[in-house]
């Protein structure tokens, strides 16, 4: 048990820092990306290298320049994602502890010593499914760590650029 809670937490366990937590909707996004830029987008490239070749010197050739360096992006998000499917861990829904905040968990939270704080709800998500706008945060945030292990009822302090805010966990499902 101290172990999945050290997995699910993201802590504590040699190999932690390759690994990516997410959920299956997550993952299965980062698997599309990858067939796209595999099946697509890498042969987009190619054939933009072949045609800038065709336009002669290619020490002048801003065509080829571009395409290369497109070529290297590409490249480089394929050995990314990769490794991201790779060292992917699903977040099990079924595990996760009815009123301790986890990977997964839907927290609803309040900050303290606001007159007018209105409570916001986010998802705790990995940081490849970090969407702030949308109201998922990963748990690498320094609102996402302050939470991972609390309760209902628990504050919890998050050091900003401003000082320290103080959150009130309303409500974890």
Same mark, same amino acid.
């Given at each position: 048990? =101290?172990?999945?809670?050290? @997995?699910?937490?993201?802590?504590?366990?040699?190999?932690?820092?390759?690994?990516?937590?997410?959920?299956?909707?997550?993952?299965?996004?980062? @698997?599309?990306?990858?067939?796209?830029?595999?099946?697509?987008?890498?042969?987009?490239?190619?054939?933009?290298?072949?045609? =800038?070749?065709?336009?002669?010197?290619?020490?002048?050739? $801003?065509?080829?320049?571009? =395409?290369?360096?497109? @070529?290297?992006?590409?490249?480089? +998000?394929?050995?990314?994602?990769?490794?991201?499917?790779?060292?992917? %861990?699903?977040?099990?829904?079924?595990?996760?502890?009815?009123?301790?905040? +986890?990977?997964? $968990?839907?927290?609803?939270? +309040? +900050?303290?010593?606001?007159? *007018?704080?209105? *409570?916001?709800?986010?998802?705790?998500?990995? *940081?490849?499914?970090?969407? &702030?706008?949308?109201?998922?945060? $990963?748990?690498?945030? &320094?609102?996402?760590?302050?939470?991972?292990?609390?309760?209902?009822?628990?504050?919890?302090?998050? $050091?900003? &650029?401003?000082?320290?805010?103080?959150?009130?966990?309303?409500?974890? %499902?």
């Amino acid at each position: 048990m =101290a172990d999945e809670q050290n @997995q699910t937490q993201g802590g504590g366990q040699i190999g932690d820092d390759k690994m990516t937590f997410v959920t299956k909707e997550g993952l299965q996004k980062i @698997q599309e990306e990858l067939e796209n830029l595999k099946n697509v987008k890498r042969k987009d490239v190619v054939e933009r290298i072949k045609e =800038a070749i065709t336009y002669g010197d290619l020490s002048e050739n $801003s065509e080829y320049e571009d =395409a290369k360096n497109e @070529q290297a992006f590409v490249e480089g +998000r394929i050995i990314e994602l990769e490794d991201k499917v790779k060292y992917a %861990k699903i977040i099990d829904e079924k595990k996760k502890s009815a009123n301790q905040v +986890r990977i997964g $968990s839907t927290v609803t939270i +309040r +900050r303290v010593g606001k007159k *007018s704080a209105e *409570s916001e709800e986010y998802i705790v998500v990995g *940081s490849t499914e970090a969407d &702030p706008v949308n109201g998922k945060i $990963s748990n690498e945030s &320094p609102v996402g760590k302050a939470l991972l292990g609390k309760e209902d009822g628990e504050t919890v302090k998050v $050091s900003a &650029p401003a000082g320290f805010i103080e959150y009130e966990i309303v409500k974890v %499902k």
